[in-house]
Every structure is written in C-alpha cells, then in structure tokens.
C-alpha cells in the first residue's frame, strides 16, 4: 500500500449533507453559481454542437484513455525514457509527501525562496502550497482565480474557475485589502469590472514573473512516445512560468500520459470545448524535455501516485482515472450548482469528484470521502456531459455499494438498515399494503406538525432532504376505491 | 527515487491483474471514426472569421503589399520599439520607421517588457479554431518573445493555415516547443465573463499573405 495520503480531501471537513446544508443557506453563493453555471452550460452545449462527430471523438478519447489505463506500466517507462532522452529529469512519487519533498529539495537546490505556479489540480490534491511555505518557500499562485483564492486565504469551489463562488465586487475588495501585502498594490480607484480587475493582475503578477527562476506546473497531459508535456490555459501567465524561469518542476498524476502525440488531435477537441466551451483556448503550451536558448535549461518531471493505483484495481472504478479535468460535469450538476464546490470537501468537487475522493483516499478510511458518493440525484446528465464519457453514475452507484460493505460487521449504516427493510416489505405484497396504510397515517401526522422531518436513524437522511408528504391513500387503495380492483 | 519507481510499478501490474498477460497496448481498440476537418469553404475565409471572433484583428495582404500593411499597424499602435527575432525577413519590416531589438544576444524579459510588440512569422495556422501555432522556428524567435511584449504582430502565409486541428497536429514536429494561440490572452475567472487581455499580449494582430 501506498503510504498517508494528505490533503485530496481538507482535514476536518464535514460530510457534505452537513456542509452542504449550511451551503445551501448563503443566498450570494446559490446566485453567483446558477449565474456561473448557466452560462457556461449553454455556451458549451454551442461549442459541442458545432462538430457533428463529437459523439466519435468523445468515444475515441474514453478508448485511448481505457488503453493508457490497461498498460499504465509501459506508457510510464517509455515516457520516462522520451523525457529523458529529450534533457527532462523524471522523478517517481508515492505519496503528497513525498511528491513535496521532492519539489522542494529542487527548489532549495536552485537557492531560491519563491516559486510561480500554474494552476493545476495535482499539486493542489498534494497541499504543496503549504508544504513549501513550511520550507521557507513561497509559492505565488498565477492563474487569476487562483490568486483571488490565495490572497483571500479560501478555498477553491470549481477545478476551472475556482472562485466561481466570489462575484466581482467581492474580488475587487479582495484585492485592495490584500495585494499590497504580496507585493505590487491594487490600485486605489480599482472598480468591479472585470477588465479593471484582471489588468490588477497583470501588474501584480508581472513583477513576479520577471523575477522568478524556479516554476512549478501541472499537466495536462504528456505523450510516451516522444516526451512531449502539454499544459492548456487562457490567460498566459502558464506561457510565462513554462518560459522565463531557468528552472521548470511539473507534478502529473500518473493517469495523464498519453500514447502518441497524435492523440493530441483528439484531446486538443474535446477539452476546450467541454471546459471553457470554446472552440479552442487562448494557449497550448507543448514542450519537450529542454530546448537549448529557449525557456527553461532544467526540467523535471514528477510522475505522482497518490491513491491513483488503487483507484486503478478497482476495475469498476478505474475510469474515474480517465478524468481530463474540463470541469463540464461540475457546471450541468443540479447538485454542484446548488451547494457548490467547497461542499466536496476536497479538491475535486462535483460529480467527478464524488467518484474520484473515495478513491483516492481510500473507500471507508473517512466518514466525510464516505459521504460524497450520496451526494448525487443519479439524473446522468454528468455522464452526458463528460468528454471522455466516463459513466459516473454507474460508478456512484457501485461506490454506494463499497461504502456500506466496508461498513458490514459494525454498526449497519441507516442506508443499509433501509435497504434491508426495503427488502422486507416489497417481499410480500399484504406487508407492503400494510406498510401503505402506514404511511397514510404517517403521512397525516407530518403533514399536521407542518415538518419535513423524521425520527430516529432516518433524522440523516431528512436533516438534507424534505420528506414529501406521503399521500392520504396510497395507490392500491385508490385503485379499489375507484372499482378496478 | 528508483525505490518508489519499482513500489508504483508493482502496484500498477498488481491492480491489472484482471488485463490478460498477452493482451498488447495495441490490441485495446481505439475507433479513429472522426473527420479529419470540419471545415466547409475556403478556409483561408474561415481562418479570418474564427481569429476575428476572438476579437483579434486579422488584415489580409498581397505578397506586394504586405511591408506597407506591416508598416501602417505598427504606427497605428505607436510602436517604436519593435523585438524582430533571428530569421524574419527584413522586406517585410522594410517599411516600418521605428527602432529594432534584436534578440542576439537573448533579450532579458525586463527589456522584452519595455518594447511596445514584437512581430513574428508563424508554423502553421488553424482554420476552424482561429488558431496560429509557433513552434520556434526562423523568424519566430525564442517562446518569449511573443509572451512578454503587450502586443504581438504574426505575419502568416495562407497556404499555411491548415483546416482543422487534426491536419494541423499531424504537421507538427514534436521535438520543438510549441505554442497554439487562439486569440489574445483572456480570462473568464470573474463570473465566466470573458475578458481579454491578462499576462500575455493584449493585442493580437495576424497579417495573412495571400498565395
């Protein structure tokens, strides 16, 4: 087994029904995400639309991801030996601890104390950030929405956009009170707009990556055959880490090797338009190991573990590891745009991140991981959406079924003890009519107290649920009554 | 480091333990059904549309008229500062007035950052996606140099642009580094607006030379 694993999932945090409850309070949040979501839904459904072979991409993509995942071990080794051949320096990593002390032993090594990054959702999952700052070292987030998160000391809420939860005034508060403490100050007549706040950026950040030597990036994904790293953003500051420093560190989950180069021609398709729905992004970066006189002369590449191999036994799991991070089944969930990301409790939210966190951390090792293949109405529109059709109600379904089993032998969660009564009472058509009758009765007395709750073991389920109001007769006593019986 | 390379490989094999032994990476299918090219029309006419729809300009140009073009934008911005990488051809800058820098020897960023734009030639263009691709070579210069300077003038033949992203993949050379640019930077952090212009150039302008 693989050692500790940190920060998939925030310490401490409550199961989502709990953080979703309080969530669902904040009336600002529910606006500022069914605005986001809304718009981002339509315009990729526009962006989809316009390739009348999208349906065969997207089965071209799950089928060169189903064959990545089936020799995992071959892809890895050969692109070991293309980075290498090409000048990178690969670096193999166990765990979140193990992937940080490597990045900053390099970092140390160069003799520097600051680092630019680029947004990337695997050194996130690994807490680098932190781990650094413990080393001295401090690491200065470069994607816009990352640094309203950052210099707001929060939490990001989608894998895109993760400041999908602040609306433009927020960020322009967030900014006067906090880029002066890190450097280059907001201006002081800065307004909400949003050109006004992303030109602060610019001059915030621009100081930084003149200055910078060491970069650490993600990737999104890298080729076995030539060695090839691939890292897709819009705004250029990812061009500025991936070009200016001498020094370039990339941390990639062992599931984002590729074949072939050519395989670019599918996922260069599929991944703009499911993420920012646009027909292509403003930049692709592709690099090759080091390129004498252009951009950085050291480059190191960290293949990441982390919970990813046993994702990778489980054969009806394995194709979360499929995932390409475009974030499209966050925005067409009606359960992600209600409660929002920071409900996850992890680094991954949304329905890809209900399948992914279990797994990664391991399935009945946490109550809160454990809670997030519930958090789901099963609709499929995730399964829809998703570029590499991954097919995530499927597997929320099969991970359910993990997390009760890996509760058999103590005490048996609600879910089952239902379940198991379920059973009981649709065995038997005279207990199921007695059962009715029941919860006619039942029915009346919720229905009196005016409350949407029930007691007992099934208080969890009602504590995020409203109980509908069963009817004053069931079925089988209207169809008597009406003389078909 | 060699010790945690074998650790993830065992574990790799052992959670594939359900893949038979003779099954080989090429024998899991993969159905390559899909067009090579989406494009319909001339697609030096769709190259134009989809650059413009990122609010970029594109001018277009006779092999002729091209100098005089690349001359009239660059006063337009007030140029006088211009980076021209190795390579580039100097009948093209023949007309413009301003002063140029040099990239031999390599411009530190500080100085990129002073320069008001730097003007390049391009590997490749991508009709259906609006998108030039620079892969370093002559007269593109170094990756730097069209990232640092606020504006950036890419000068491209029409023969070059390619219909669609598989086409264009296919004629790349993967050992040298390359950029896609779609546009000029942009951000859709703040609310999903999009907006353009953050860290890379804020102006994109594309000169395609006709022929």
Known sequence: MSGEQVNVVWLGSPTFP??????????????????????IRDKRLRAVAELDDWETLRLAGSQIKDRVMRHLDEYLLQLEASVTAAGGVVHWAEDAREANRIVAELVRAKGATEVVKIKSM?????????????????????????????????????????????NRTEIRDIFRREMGKHGVPAPQDL???????????????REKFLRATVAISGANFACADTGTVGVVESEGNGRMCLTLPETLITVMGLEKVLPSFSDLEVFLQLLPRSSTAERMNPYTSLWTGVTPGDGPQEFHLILLDNGRTKTLADTEGRSALHCIRCSACLNVCPVYERTGGRSYGSVYPGPIGAVLTPQLVGVGTSEHADSLPFASTLCGACYDACPVRIDIP???????????????????????????????????????????????????????????????????????????????????????????? | MSEAKDRILARVRSALRDVPRDERAQDVEVTRDYVDSHATGDVADLFVERVEDYRATVVRATEADAPAEIARILAEHAVANLVVPPGFPDALVARYQGSRLSDDPPLTPVELDASDGVITLAARGIALTGTIVLDAGPGQGRRALSLVPDLHLCVLRASQVAADVPVAVRALTPSRPTTFISGPSATSDIELDRVEGVHGPRTLIVVLISG
């Open chain 1, 18 to 39: 709990k953080a979703a409850h309080e969530a669902l309070q904040d009336t600002q949040l529910r606006g500022n995400l069914k605005h986001a979501t809304t718009t």
């Open chain 1, 122 to 166: 695997a050194t996130q999952e690994i807490g680098l950030n932190e781990a650094l700052d413990e080393e001295g070292i401090e690491a200065t987030e470069t994607d816009l929405a990352e640094l309203i998160v950052q210099l707001n000391d929060d939490r990001p809420s989608h894998i895109l956009v993760p400041a999908i939860h602040r």
């Open chain 1, 191 to 205: 307004t909400d707009e949003p050109r006004v706040l992303a030109e602060a950026a610019r001059v915030h950040l």
């Open chain 1, 394 to 485: 499927e597997m929320l379904v099969h991970l359910r079924a993990k997390v009760v089993d890996s509760h058999r032998g103590g005490v048996p969660k609600p879910e089952a003890l239902a379940m198991k009564g379920a059973q009981v009472v649709f065995g038997s058509p005279r207990r199921l009519a007695m059962a009715e009758r029941l919860g006619a009765v039942g029915g009346r007395i919720i229905g009196i107290g005016g409350g949407r709750w029930l007691p007992g073991p099934a208080k969890k389920w009602t504590g995020a649920r409203d109980v509908p109001v069963p009817a004053k007769e069931s079925f089988r006593t209207w169809w008597r009554k009406a003389g078909r019986g």
